[in-house]
């Protein structure tokens, strides 16, 4: 679900296309937007504190077969949740979970690894070499 | 006191009007869409996130659209939007040492594990105007990329305290105080007054934590640590018992280190000052852990008497939509108000005349 929270509903769509078409669903909640409040500690590592708020939309469906999803994703994004919500229920249908994983999830994940690997390599470059090596302490 | 007056609605209609063609500016010039002021404006964005206390880069860009620039503005009609929406919970608290770092830096290790990275800064460009952007084109070239360390990037503020040397943070896990829920009453805990200074007013902040560096209560700072970079949020939903990953935000957190000298409980450390904010704000995040260690001076013994020091009036002044709302409502009517004060100065001048006429 970590994956499908940073993924954008038209990229889960498109990776979608060449599986079959999704059972139909019910929406038992929302999709609806809201605010979480995003805690952080004092000093890091300290006594828990309110820093400020942050949009998630959370969405819960229930399949033809009973199976219920849920999806909460940071955002706005309400067809993100939706579609979010039927693939964690479909995720725990073992006809649907390895295709899913296969064909959404895996390139959904690699994608989103690479991105962070830009961030990285790009960050790495603006890494200091000081000239002198002495461990300050 | 206040009276309803009529007859402002066809001037009001107006002036809305005007404003959507002045925010509109030169019908030439192509529209900017809240999308580019997201991309291209991305720290005022950050700013208006911060100050707003909401997290969504996207609302922020369009309220910097809508307020035509002004932040404060902006931040205001964040915060107003936030009131329309439920709240599904509360996260669990950042991990910021989790945090995927596009800027670490230190000014009291050179050579810290995990190393500095710089990050995409203004630091050290020579502040010359760049005639370049002037004439709208060209992409910028590829930033050069290097090998990721994967070293471990522990808290300065964690190898002194291994060492002794740093006081350790409350090992405390009660539920913070949030004064979007109840009011602010003093003397306010640090959770609150952490939540306060997040969501203060960058400049009120700045000229606070400046007033300490110049000896207005100062404690001489080092900044331990600034990092910058995404990180994922855990919530755990009512429906649920596990957390879930919400998904990443990013974070400018700031850890300031002071001297203290000692009391007669604690032997002679550092301490720290602590600033966190959503997006890139490090100016922000800086004033905040200067200010953050000043408020923390009456603990340490250390007094009060400078104005970074004073809680009550740090924390009453420093939200710049509450200090926005009280300064600008002068502009509103005051007719019947004034009416009496004129009465009043009229009496006052008529007796004083009359003294001295006799």
């Known amino acids: ?137 | 006191m206040y009276v309803a007056t009529k007859g402002g609605e066809r001037a009001i209609g107006a002036a809305h009007a005007w404003l959507e063609e002045v925010r509109r500016g030169d019908p030439a010039q192509p529209e900017i869409t809240a999308a580019q002021v997201e991309q291209q404006l991305g720290l005022a964005v950050d700013r208006v996130m911060a100050e707003g206390s909401c997290h969504d880069r996207g609302l922020a860009a369009l309220a910097v659209k809508q307020s035509r620039g002004d932040l404060i503005e902006a931040a205001f009609l964040l915060r107003a939007y936030r009131t329309t929406l439920p709240r599904f919970g509360a996260s669990l608290p950042l991990d910021t040492n989790a945090m995927v770092l596009s800027r670490r830096i230190s000014a009291t290790y050179k050579d810290l594990p995990g190393g500095q990275v710089l990050g995409p800064t203004f630091d050290y460009t020579h502040r010359l105007l760049d005639f370049r952007l002037a004439a709208a084109g060209a992409l910028p070239g590829g930033a050069p990329q290097g090998e990721p360390d994967l070293a471990p990037t522990p808290r300065v503020t964690e190898l002194l305290a291994q060492d002794g040397l740093m006081q350790r943070e409350a090992a405390e896990e009660a539920e913070p105080g949030d004064l979007t829920r109840q009011p602010l009453s003093f003397p306010a805990d640090r959770p609150l007054r952490l939540q306060a200074l997040a969501r203060g007013d960058e400049g009120f902040l700045l000229s606070l934590g400046y007033s300490t560096q110049r000896g207005y209560g100062g404690n001489h700072p080092f900044v331990g640590e600034i990092r910058m970079g995404e990180i994922a949020v855990e919530f755990v939903p009512e429906e649920l018992c596990f957390a879930v990953d919400l998904g990443d935000i990013t974070v400018t957190e700031c850890q300031m280190v002071n001297q203290f000298k000692g009391s007669r409980t604690e032997p002679p450390q550092f301490t720290r000052g602590y600033g966190l904010v959503f997006g890139h704000g490090e100016r922000k995040a800086m004033s905040m852990a200067l200010v953050d260690r000043a408020l923390r001076s009456p603990e340490l013994g250390e007094g009060s008497e400078a104005p970074a020091q004073q809680q009550e009036f740090v924390l009453s002044h420093c939200d710049n939509v509450e200090a926005t709302g009280f300064v600008e409502h002068l502009k509103l009517p005051h007719y019947v108000d004034f009416q009496s004060e004129l009465e009043n100065v009229r009496t006052m001048r008529a007796a004083v005349m009359k003294e001295r006429g006799e």
């Open chain 1, 1 to 137: 679900m970590s994956v499908l929270a940073r993924a954008a509903a038209e990229d889960i769509v498109r990776h979608l296309a060449d599986l079959p078409p999704l059972p139909a669903h019910r929406r038992l909640r929302g999709p609806e937007t809201g605010l979480v409040m995003v805690r952080g500690r004092a000093g890091g590592d300290g006594a828990p504190f309110n820093l400020g708020e942050m949009t998630v939309t959370r969405c819960s469906v229930r399949m033809e077969d009973g199976t219920i999803g849920h999806a909460h994703a940071a955002g706005r994004d309400q067809a993100q949740a939706e579609i979010a919500a039927v693939l964690d229920a479909l995720m725990q249908q073992d006809a649907w979970r390895p295709r899913l994983e296969a064909l959404v999830i895996a390139p959904l994940e690699a994608a989103q690894a690479e991105r962070r690997a830009a961030t990285a390599r790009r960050a790495a470059a603006t890494k200091v070499e000081f000239f002198t090596m002495t461990q300050m302490r």
